[in-house]
């Protein structure tokens, strides 16, 4: 079950331990997808999508767009939970709206964006199955914008129905899973994950990360997607230069398959004098390590992602010893998660100076960037809606969109992130990183160096 969407902060160390479980258990069940969903496309891909005609939720003068919003009162009853105040997301979800009908509409068409409430603390399967279920039966729409749905079955259920998913989860869809799933998942906001894990390791190479060490500890969570990108590009990165992996597949199914293994890691990686460790597949598996493996007296320089959430990191210093992360580097791709607005100057692109104008004009503003963590994947995604159909009339569905989709290049930039790019093949928005380690002097994570491409334009 995962209680939040990658934004918590201010989480004491009972927290951590509650949370843990929670927020790992949704990125195991990936695999068997298909198999929980009647009706998924089976790799079948573009080929079972029509090109003609309209979508599900299309009329001849409306679009229906489900926002989704995780409510995450509940979780913080229980555990404490403390998150920066992301605002009122049906508001910003109807500044959203307001402003695409005033400026075209959705292939000319009026844009009927409704907002559904999902409840964090019940995440499961079954939970958000009967979300897909709600959206795609009840509700009958064109496309949906997921925030927070972790599980292995919500993104296939939504293909299997034809509906589009703007994708604003910040999870690891590589390009076997977007292409399995065209024309339907896309990621307006975040990297494809096999680009993000390339260019991890050959950013940590420049910064020096891997000099002088032979052997590197990788704490990976235990799913398909992670274990094909780890062997795939992980592993022929890593035998270049000459530096030895020892990976721990970490399952995730509960607190304590998560401890066992965190603890076992920490416990190997100490045993075989690994110097350097880092993380693939998220989880929050980072701040959990950091914290076990002080317990076990085991150091180690640390690198790090967006997929991490830094900011977390370093917000928790009674959690996770400050000691751990000197000499952490990695990449950044998410602002909100990553660098302070004292880092990184609020706005710092005009991709987040337009969404802002958006929200302002219905009266939403935020004090800081984390403060608009959800609300820009929420512009992404009715932004790239919204440039997808632009050339498009009678024919609006997913297959049509996505065509047009891949004909933007470079003019969608996601406020989420830094630059853009699209194109043939291309599911993500997202085409740009920075380097960034930890400043022991603001006691956060810092950007260095200039942004950098995923891929080549």
Not at 1 to 29: E, K, P
Not at 184 to 199: G, H, K, Q, T
Not at 270 to 296: C, D, I, N, S, Y
Not at 305 to 316: A, G, I, M, T
Request: net charge neutral; charged share 20%; hydrophobic share 45%.
């Amino acid at each position: 079950m995962r209680v939040h969407d990658w934004t918590g902060r201010q989480l004491d160390r009972s927290l951590v331990v509650r949370a843990a479980a929670a927020a790992v258990a949704a990125a195991v069940a990936f695999a068997g997808c298909s198999s929980v969903m009647p009706g998924a496309l089976d790799g079948a891909g573009g080929a079972a999508a029509p090109r003609t005609g309209v979508g599900p939720g299309v009329t001849a003068d409306s679009v229906k767009v489900v926002f989704v919003g995780v409510d995450l009162r509940a979780t913080a009853s229980v555990t404490g939970f403390k998150t920066a105040d992301a605002g009122d997301q049906a508001r910003q979800m109807k500044a959203l709206e307001t402003y695409v009908n005033a400026n075209g509409g959705i292939a000319g068409r009026k844009l009927v964006a409704v907002y559904r409430n999902y409840e964090a603390s019940d995440d499961s399967p079954a939970a958000e199955e009967r979300l897909c279920n709600q959206i795609t039966q009840d509700d009958k729409a064109f496309a949906v914008v997921l925030t927070g749905q972790y599980q292995s079955n919500a993104r296939p259920c939504y293909a299997s129905r034809r509906t589009l998913v703007l994708d604003a989860t910040l999870v690891a869809n590589d390009q076997t899973t977007f292409t399995k799933l065209a024309p339907y998942l896309w990621s307006p906001s975040y990297p494809d994950y096999d680009e993000f894990v390339r260019a991890f390791l050959s950013s940590l190479e420049e910064q020096g990360y891997f000099t002088g060490a032979a052997k590197a500890g990788v704490v990976a969570a235990d799913t398909p997607t992670n274990r094909g990108v780890y062997e795939r590009l992980a592993v022929p990165q890593l035998q270049r230069l000459a530096v030895t992996p020892t990976v721990a597949w970490i399952d995730t199914t509960d607190l304590g398959t998560l401890n066992a293994g965190l603890n076992q890691a920490a416990v190997d990686f100490r045993a075989k004098g690994v110097e350097r460790v880092f993380f693939l597949g998220g989880a929050r598996m980072a701040p959990f390590f950091l914290t076990v493996a002080a317990a076990q007296s085991f150091t180690a320089r640390y690198a790090v992602s967006s997929y991490d959430n830094p900011s977390f990191l370093v917000n928790n210093p009674a959690t996770i010893p400050r000691d751990g992360l000197q000499g952490a580097v990695g990449i950044g791709f998410s602002p909100s998660q990553d660098v302070p607005d004292s880092g990184y100057p609020f706005p710092g692109t005009d991709a987040e100076r337009a969404c802002l104008a958006i929200f302002a004009a219905e009266g939403q503003t935020f004090a800081t960037r984390e403060n608009a963590r959800a609300a820009f994947p929420y512009c992404d995604a009715a932004l790239l809606l919204q440039a997808g159909a632009r050339n498009l009339g009678a024919d609006l569905n997913a297959a049509a969109w996505a065509e047009e989709v891949r004909a933007l290049g470079t003019q969608f930039r996601p406020a989420t992130g830094f630059a853009g790019l699209l194109g043939p093949g291309r599911f993500s928005a997202a085409n740009g990183y920075r380097a960034m380690a930890y400043d022991g002097g603001c006691g956060c994570f810092a950007y260095h160096g200039e942004e950098v491409p995923f891929a080549a334009r």
